[in-house]
């Protein structure tokens, strides 16, 4: 069994949660429309000034499903520090449908899935996911946040 505790903070997104550990997240600011990109995937919802920074700001969930449009009427942006700061971008942000909520988790409150509807799924994408868990009664997905800041930082690349 493992008890060690990890302070995390559960985001709510559309197609269910994303679990992001305490330290990672910058800030939580309400949602203000982002500046668009010419070009890019969808998921991509464009570019955002907080506190001096351009950051990009993404929906998970349209990362793992295109068809995936984000509402926005209750939607706040969480600022995620960015573990890999090689790729020149500092930070970058989620869009978090509603409040987030902090948590406290051991690893042994996580249970693993069956039937995962993306463990199939070809794309790129995948290597941004640890897991995709239950926690409670809800479905979540752990995120490789480093994977995922490099993600970003290659479509941005590619679309400048």
């Not at 679990?19 to 949602?31: D, E, G, K, Q």
Request: charged share 15%; net charge negative; hydrophobic share 45%.
């Amino acid at each position: 069994m493992n008890k060690a505790l990890v302070n995390c903070v559960m985001l709510p997104v559309s197609h269910g949660h994303v679990l992001i550990p305490n330290t990672a997240v910058a800030s939580m600011i309400s949602y203000s429309q982002p500046a668009p990109l010419p070009t890019g995937p969808a998921w991509l919802l464009g570019m955002l000034n907080w506190q001096g920074w351009y950051l990009p700001v993404v929906s998970w969930s349209g990362i793992l499903s295109p068809d995936v449009s984000e509402p926005v009427d209750n939607a706040r942006i969480a600022i995620i520090k960015n573990l890999q700061p090689q790729t020149g971008m500092p930070y970058f942000a989620i869009i978090s449908q509603g409040f987030p909520r902090l948590v406290s988790i051991t690893a042994d409150d996580l249970k693993q899935i069956d039937n995962d509807p993306f463990a199939d799924k070809q794309d790129s994408s995948n290597e941004c996911i640890l897991a995709r868990v239950h926690w409670e009664d809800r479905l979540v997905d752990l995120l490789a946040l480093p994977e995922l800041a490099g993600y970003i930082s290659r479509h941005l690349q590619s679309h400048q």
